[in-house]
């Protein structure tokens, strides 16, 4: 057991590594290369930061251990929700800092979406197509409003990852560590994650939909708790909201290509409501405006505590 954990600790560090030096490389290559920050912002940076949980569920689908890649993504959306966004609110409250309506919109028709096809039994190549389709005109949407809106926080994400006169040899080394990195990072978490599950006699869509949701997800619970202490912590809406559809279209879009995913019984369930009930409370504050406080963040927090005792109970 031991030996996994150190496995499953190692894999996440060295996604977390990988991935981060994946999207600097990959941007500042980018803007060498003349494309401009709004693309990057849209195509590099965005699904960038979801290359550790696209690489551990296709690793996962690859090796024989589907409901581990399914687990990770249905997990991921809703630790992102519950947990990424109830933590750093005990800390400070969460403001709407934008309209993010439409975003939000879209995020419940992906999870309907992918719902509905999950009730079809599996996801396998027909239905994978269903999810790119559906990805290709979210990025199309997002591309057509930021080209009006060129002053949005996607550029000035951009620039956070550009650093001006970065040498060749640096960027080619940053996409050497992120392009070798990232699949032996899942190599070593998906092999202990599914060790942990045969030792501890649980599926591995509940270690998929536990530990390994929660370990892809904490980028984005160190990001927002930092944005929290520094009280910015209201851009991180709309980062979760991306990641999110970009999780159910995208991750299991390409997973669902490489080979079928079976949805287990006890997910369709439980654990897709779960997801989609946490998705559907966001809108509460997404279309009244109001901030997530330290109230709100409790319940975040208690619903999932509680919904993690429940998957091993």
């Given amino acids: 057991?031991?030996?996994?954990?150190?496995?499953?600790?190692?894999?996440?560090?060295?996604?977390?590594?990988?991935?981060?030096?994946?999207?600097?490389?990959?941007?500042?290559l980018s803007l060498r290369l003349g494309v401009p920050a709004l693309i990057v912002g849209l195509t590099v940076v965005s699904m960038g930061t979801s290359a550790p949980e696209l690489v551990v569920s296709v690793k996962a689908v690859l090796v024989g251990s589907p409901a581990l890649a399914l687990g990770n993504v249905v997990g991921s959306n809703t630790?992102?929700?519950?947990?990424?966004?109830?933590?750093?609110?005990?800390?400070?409250?969460?403001?709407?800092?934008?309209?993010l309506a439409r975003d939000w919109a879209i995020m419940i028709a992906a999870?309907?979406?992918?719902?509905?096809?999950?009730?079809t039994g599996a996801f396998g190549w027909w239905q994978a197509l269903i999810l790119l389709a559906g990805?290709?005109?979210?990025?199309?949407?997002?591309?057509?409003?930021?080209?009006?809106?060129?002053?949005?926080?996607?550029?000035?994400?951009?620039?956070?990852?550009?650093?001006?006169?970065?040498?060749?040899?640096?960027?080619?080394?940053?996409?050497?560590?992120?392009?070798?990195?990232?699949p032996l990072g899942?190599?070593?978490?998906?092999?202990?994650?599914?060790?942990?599950?045969?030792?501890?006699?649980?599926?591995?869509?509940?270690?998929?939909?536990?530990?390994?949701?929660?370990?892809?997800?904490?980028?984005?619970?160190?990001?927002?708790?930092?944005?929290?202490?520094?009280?910015?912590?209201?851009?991180?809406l709309g980062n979760v909201i991306g990641s999110n559809i970009f999780n159910l279209l995208g991750i299991i879009g390409?997973?669902?290509?490489?080979?079928?995913i079976p949805v287990p019984p006890e997910m369709l369930r439980l654990d897709l409501w779960v997801m989609l009930g946490a998705s559907a409370?966001?809108?509460?504050?997404i279309l009244t405006r109001r901030p997530i406080g330290r109230i709100w963040g409790a319940v975040l927090l208690l619903v999932y505590v509680g919904y993690v005792i429940s998957l091993f109970s």
Avoid: Y
Avoid at 79 to 99: H, K, Q, S, T, Y
């Fill in 186 to 236: 899942a190599q070593f978490l998906v092999t202990g994650a599914v060790n942990i599950a045969t030792v501890l006699g649980v599926s591995e869509a509940v270690i998929g939909l536990t530990l390994v949701a929660v370990g892809t997800s904490l980028p984005e619970l160190a990001t927002t708790a930092a944005a929290a202490f520094r009280r910015e912590a209201g851009v991180a």
């Fill in 1 to 28: 057991m031991l030996v996994d954990l150190l496995l499953v600790a190692g894999g996440l560090a060295l996604l977390v590594v990988a991935g981060d030096a994946l999207v600097k490389g990959a941007v500042n």
């Fill in 79 to 99: 630790a992102n929700i519950l947990l990424v966004l109830g933590l750093p609110a005990l800390i400070a409250a969460i403001p709407v800092a934008r309209d």
């Fill in 135 to 182: 990805l290709g005109w979210m990025l199309g949407d997002c591309f057509v409003r930021a080209r009006n809106h060129r002053n949005d926080r996607t550029e000035a994400e951009v620039l956070e990852a550009a650093e001006d006169g970065m040498p060749g040899l640096r960027i080619a080394g940053l996409l050497a560590v992120g392009v070798l990195g990232l």
């Fill in 111 to 119: 999870s309907l979406l992918f719902v509905a096809l999950a009730f």
């Fill in 254 to 260: 390409v997973a669902g290509l490489v080979g079928t």
């Fill in 281 to 285: 409370a966001l809108g509460l504050f």
